[in-house]
């Protein structure tokens, strides 16, 4: 059974910093493609970063380029979000989702695997 469960969400202040963890299981978790999405209240699921399953490629959405890492441990079968200088609009549910890839989609349809989510929360 796969499961992909995520942690280090919370409420920060703008400026602030979190890190995000997903801890995979159940799947081969180095013979996949990562990635984060987010969704904000009342709007679609947003591709947020992804990384590649050589772990040599990284990509991320225009507004977190230079503020969020996306990175993997394969010998722990975790994937990982820093998030730095967060501002309001970073507010929303954060997902890892995983597919079957070499290099990753940023189309949410692509991925086969999803996390259950986890909450973070921006404000003053």
């Known amino acids: 059974q796969v499961q992909l469960v995520e942690s280090g969400g919370g409420s920060v202040q703008p400026g602030g910093s979190l890190r995000l963890s997903c801890a995979a299981s159940?799947?081969?978790?180095?013979?996949?493609?990562w990635a984060w999405f987010r969704q904000a209240p009342g709007k679609e699921r947003e591709f947020v970063a992804a990384i590649s399953r050589s772990d040599k490629s990284t990509y991320y959405t225009d507004s977190v380029k230079g503020r969020f890492t996306i990175s993997r441990d394969n010998a722990k079968n975790t994937l990982y979000l820093q998030m730095n200088s967060l501002k309001f609009e970073d507010t929303g549910v954060y997902y890892c989702?995983?597919?079957?890839?070499?290099?990753?989609?940023?189309?949410?349809?692509?991925?086969?695997?999803w996390g259950q989510g986890t909450q973070v929360t921006v404000s003053s």
């Open positions: 989702a995983s597919e079957y890839a070499v290099v990753p989609n940023v189309g949410k349809a692509d991925y086969d695997y």
């Open positions: 159940g799947l081969s978790f180095s013979d996949r493609a």
